[in-house]
């Protein structure tokens, strides 16, 4: 599902089952990321499939990169490998107004 800055920032807090997903590469994420996420580069990818086969499908995962396209790739593989709630960040990192690491 695609979430709004607003949306996904706001839901993101009320959520006891999120984990944060970076899926930007190591260059990308040099430049700051969201506290607490978890970079999973899908430009890697055997080494995103493996991680992503890995992950608790009952968790909720709030996935971002740099505008959002790469990140809504990566919640159509996460369904398809039976995680149901994925929230792709519209805008990605680049509008991004929250606070980074």
Same mark, same amino acid.
């Given at each position: 599902?695609d979430l709004s800055q607003k $949306?996904w920032s706001? %839901?993101?807090a009320?959520?006891?089952?999120a984990? +944060?997903?970076? +899926?930007r /590469?190591?260059?990308?994420? #040099?430049?700051?990321?969201?506290p607490?996420?978890? %970079?999973?580069?899908?430009y890697n990818g055997? %080494? =995103?499939? $493996?991680? #992503?086969?890995a992950?608790d499908?009952?968790?909720?995962y709030? +996935?971002?990169?740099?505008s959002? &396209?790469r990140?809504a %790739? #990566?919640?159509a593989i *996460?369904r398809? *490998?039976g995680v149901?709630k /994925?929230?792709n960040? *519209? &805008?990605? =990192?680049?509008?991004?107004?929250g606070? /980074?690491t």
């Amino acid at each position: 599902m695609d979430l709004s800055q607003k $949306e996904w920032s706001e %839901q993101l807090a009320n959520d006891d089952k999120a984990v +944060v997903l970076d +899926v930007r /590469t190591d260059e990308e994420v #040099a430049d700051g990321m969201i506290p607490d996420a978890k %970079q999973m580069d899908i430009y890697n990818g055997a %080494q =995103f499939m $493996e991680d #992503a086969k890995a992950l608790d499908s009952d968790k909720h995962y709030y +996935v971002y990169c740099r505008s959002g &396209g790469r990140s809504a %790739q #990566a919640c159509a593989i *996460l369904r398809s *490998l039976g995680v149901e709630k /994925t929230y792709n960040l *519209l &805008g990605g =990192f680049s509008e991004w107004e929250g606070e /980074t690491t």
